[in-house]
């Protein structure tokens, strides 16, 4: 079983960054892919980028190709969401997941997620 924890969420002014962290723990052996999604209040989940844990591609949807940036660090089994340039709309419990194959913006895909990381975009 894999376990995902999400760091690194908070308030931010407009226009402002931050960098969100999803460490896995576990059998990470398992992991293929990691995902970020977010959900806003009243909204449904979104696809926001995904990454291979091994290689590329990166995908990045298409609402966030130039704001948004995926990396990761396979030595410490942690998947990083750089956010630059936020507007309010980015507020938004984000989700991290892993999946076993390639998943990409499949949601259901998914098979293990975090307890989410709240980011809030004030005006």
């Known amino acids: 079983q894999v376990h995902v924890i999400e760091s690194g969420g908070g308030l931010v002014q407009a226009g402002g960054s931050l960098r969100l962290s999803c460490t896995a723990s576990?059998?990470?052996?398992?992991?293929?892919?990691m995902g970020w999604f977010r959900q806003a209040p009243g909204k449904e989940r979104e696809f926001v980028a995904a990454?291979?844990?091994?290689?590329?591609?990166?995908l990045h949807a298409d609402s966030v190709p130039v704001r948004f940036h995926i990396s990761r660090d396979n030595e410490k089994n942690t998947m990083y969401l750089q956010m630059h340039t936020m507007k309010p709309e980015d507020t938004a419990l984000y989700y991290c997941g892993t999946t076993g194959r390639w998943s990409g913006s499949y949601y259901p895909g998914y098979d293990s997620w975090g307890q989410g990381t709240q980011v809030t975009v004030s005006s």
């Open positions: 990454s291979r844990w091994s290689g590329t591609p990166f």
């Open positions: 576990g059998r990470t052996s398992d992991i293929y892919a």
